[in-house]
């Protein structure tokens, strides 16, 4: 019996790197099988996925233009995606990254045209930066209040509160923040070039994507490194755990919820004065969405959240060139996207159990 057990042990002490190899094959082929199946469903519509990826990955990687492109779509998503997994963390769902995002724009707009215009670059940007903040805050507080406060659920009430900020925005743009040069068209005024930020030369990529890497280092370190951290992790783990240890759970789900919506808040100020330049209506449809998205795919880990808001944004960008290279529409590339994150999905299950 001794010998039959040592014969059963051997291999895999002799062999530990089949667990390795095992593991990087089933990852590997996560990231490929939902690119695979996309292939077959571009094959239906006559386009040969093998030329198609390669003009994607050429768009995308090809030059600096591309690449910056990729990072300036990732920078919001990366953004609202913490806004989405700071609160899971504490084992909320916030789903309303969408609309603090619109009104951190809005307050960002309104600052810098009527408060900010003389202010010089050092100064006017991260005032713009706290106005952005703000708003994203203050729309949040909402949801926060109706959790704390009536009992509602923070998932239906802060995807419901997305479309009031659509029309908020729509309202502000229609009237006093509507700029009388604009021939009747809903925008605001230019941002004068002072309160812009600073583009690399020959792209328009911005400094404000490393600004969303440093806020998603530093939600990391408080969530892991922090006391705070430890009582928001051990508060989505076991809330009755938390409640015993004497947690004081209602103020904690306020300011999670509050500090998601100041980070989505920043990308709304960073889509204005690194991108758009002036609000209009549709500044920043769908990151909000797209940053659930992100952090649902990272299992809301800040530092993964890198990585799923780079891939998200990479296939953002492709969209357009799929729509010139196969003239199918750019919003088919969703179909990829969602294939992207049921596989990942199911690979972390599978890790799990």
Do not use: C
Not at 156 to 180: E, Q, R
Request: proline share 4%; net charge positive.
């Amino acid at each position: 019996m001794k010998q039959q057990a040592s014969t059963v042990l051997v291999p895999s002490a002799a062999f530990p790197w089949r667990g390795r190899i095992r593991k990087i094959g089933i990852q590997a082929g996560v990231l490929l099988a939902p690119f695979i199946l996309y292939g077959l469903f571009l094959l239906i519509y006559g386009v040969n996925p093998v030329e198609l990826y390669v003009s994607l990955v050429k768009s995308t990687f090809g030059d600096l233009y591309g690449f910056g492109e990729v990072l300036v779509k990732a920078t919001p998503i990366l953004l609202t995606g913490l806004a989405a997994a700071l609160p899971a963390r504490a084992g909320l769902v916030n789903v309303g990254g969408e609309g603090q995002l619109a009104i951190g724009a809005l307050f960002t707009t309104w600052f810098a045209v009527f408060y900010l215009n003389g202010l010089p670059a050092w100064l006017g940007i991260p005032a713009m930066l706290v106005a952005g903040a703000l708003g994203g805050a203050v729309w949040a507080a909402f949801t926060a209040l109706l959790k704390v406060k009536g009992r509602i659920n923070e998932t239906i009430s802060s995807l419901l509160l997305n479309y009031v900020a659509t029309f908020t925005v729509g309202y502000f743009v229609h009237g006093m923040l509507k700029d009388p040069k604009s021939f009747n068209w809903p925008f605001s005024p230019e941002l004068v070039s002072s309160l812009r930020l600073p583009v690399i030369d020959g792209t328009r990529l911005h400094i404000g994507f490393l600004a969303a890497l440093g806020f998603s280092l530093l939600v990391w370190f408080v969530l892991t490194k922090t006391r705070i951290g430890y009582r928001v992790r051990v508060l989505g783990s076991n809330r009755f755990a938390a409640e015993r240890a004497g947690f004081s759970i209602h103020r904690m789900y306020f300011w999670v919820l509050i500090g998601g919506g100041a980070l989505a808040g920043v990308a709304g100020m960073i889509e204005i004065a690194g991108i758009e330049g002036r609000l209009r209506p549709t500044t920043g449809v769908n990151y909000g969405y797209l940053g659930f998205l992100a952090a649902w795919m990272a299992w809301n880990h800040p530092l993964r959240l890198m990585l799923t808001s780079f891939l998200l944004g990479m296939i953002a960008v492709a969209g357009n060139t799929l729509e010139i290279q196969s003239g199918l529409p750019s919003s088919s590339v969703q179909i990829l996207m969602a294939l992207v994150l049921f596989f990942l999905l199911g690979s972390a299950r599978r890790v799990k159990r």
